[in-house]
């Protein structure tokens, strides 16, 4: 063999596994049998740019699964008083958000042709309907009882919308903790309807202020409060990637899920999980 053809070839290891009769394999240990088998393009006639679609979307649902098993962790772990390790679950979720909103350059390159060809075979489908997205948004504070109803049609979705509409939020949690460590946070908000919206409150932005004018002495909160503003920044740049590439694609057209489309995605920028964190940067 010429050094050329040598370099052409890496051979197999003698100790490589390579009989799976009675073994796991990778595709066993991931079930890919399943995985890649659920995509089921709907196009007639078939449409090349429909499988990409589909992945897109079925991608960003498995993300959001880790983003919720990462959340939930975070979440317990503030109730045991274990900060450090909520941080590191955290830390995952923002480079979650990061492959989420960059998988958003994929996408955008379905042009508005290649998009049409397509667009009538997802009937009334909509991103609107992700139970997961609307858990992860649960999770972080924004609650609406009213997205519940939406998902009346799949009992295990709404049962879990149900029970985290119910429960404490990330940043109820968090409140909670810092209660317990002596910082001052208004028994309201302690002690409010967790089903409900999250509402801004001026005592609580002066217990952060006294936070950001001494950060060495409260390192700890500090860089929770940052983890916390990193995270809401990601999801903004994720709202707003996805709808630069709705603009871009379908225009000012409604939605297939019925809602007014661009309009409605850009109401979403106003939205905020943590508020009292972005207010008292006017104080710092």
Same mark, same amino acid.
């Given at each position: 063999m010429s050094?050329?053809? !040598? +370099?052409?070839? &890496?051979?197999? $290891?003698?100790?490589?596994?390579?009989?799976?009769?009675?073994?796991?394999?990778y595709g066993d240990y991931l079930g890919l049998d399943r995985l890649l088998s659920a995509q089921h393009p709907r196009s007639q006639p078939a449409q090349h740019d429909e499988l990409?679609?589909?992945?897109?979307?079925?991608?960003?649902?498995?993300?959001?699964?880790?983003?919720?098993?990462?959340?939930?962790?975070?979440?317990?772990?503030?109730?045991?008083?274990?900060?450090?390790?909520?941080?590191?679950?955290? !830390? +995952?979720?923002? &480079?979650?958000? $990061?492959?989420?909103?960059?998988q958003w350059s994929v996408l955008a390159t379905l042009t508005p042709s290649e998009y049409a060809e397509i667009r009538p075979f997802l009937a009334t489908s909509s991103g609107f309907q992700s139970w997961q997205y609307r858990a992860v948004e649960f999770l972080l504070g924004n609650k609406n009882a009213d997205m519940v109803k939406v998902f009346d049609h799949d009992e295990a979705a709404r049962a879990m919308l149900a029970e985290l509409?119910?429960?404490?939020?990330?940043?109820?949690?968090?409140?909670?903790?810092?209660? &317990?460590?002596?910082?001052a946070i208004p028994a309201a908000l302690l002690e409010r309807d967790v089903t409900q919206p999250y509402r801004e409150s001026d005592e609580l932005v002066d217990t952060f202020a006294?936070?950001?004018?001494?950060?060495?002495?409260?390192?700890g909160v500090y860089e929770t409060c940052e983890e916390l503003v990193d995270l809401e920044d990601n999801f903004q740049q994720w709202r707003f990637r996805h709808l630069q590439v709705v603009t871009r694609t379908i225009g000012h057209k409604k939605g297939t899920g019925?809602?007014?489309?661009?309009?409605?995605?850009r109401r979403a920028l106003d939205l905020t999980f943590f508020p009292e964190l972005y207010t008292v940067r006017t104080r710092v």
């Open positions: 050094g050329d053809d !040598a +370099r052409a070839v &890496r051979e197999i $290891e003698e100790g490589v596994q390579r009989d799976f009769t009675a073994a796991m394999s990409l679609f589909i992945i897109q979307h079925q991608t960003s649902e498995l993300w959001l699964k880790l983003m919720l098993h990462e959340l939930r962790s975070a979440r317990a772990l503030l109730t045991t008083d274990e900060l450090a390790p909520a941080l590191k679950r955290l !830390a +995952r979720v923002k &480079r979650i958000q $990061e492959v989420l909103t960059d509409l119910e429960e404490p939020s990330l940043y109820d949690e968090f409140l909670r903790y810092l209660s &317990r460590r002596g910082y006294a936070v950001y004018a001494s950060p060495t002495e409260h390192w019925g809602s007014s489309g661009v309009d409605f995605l």
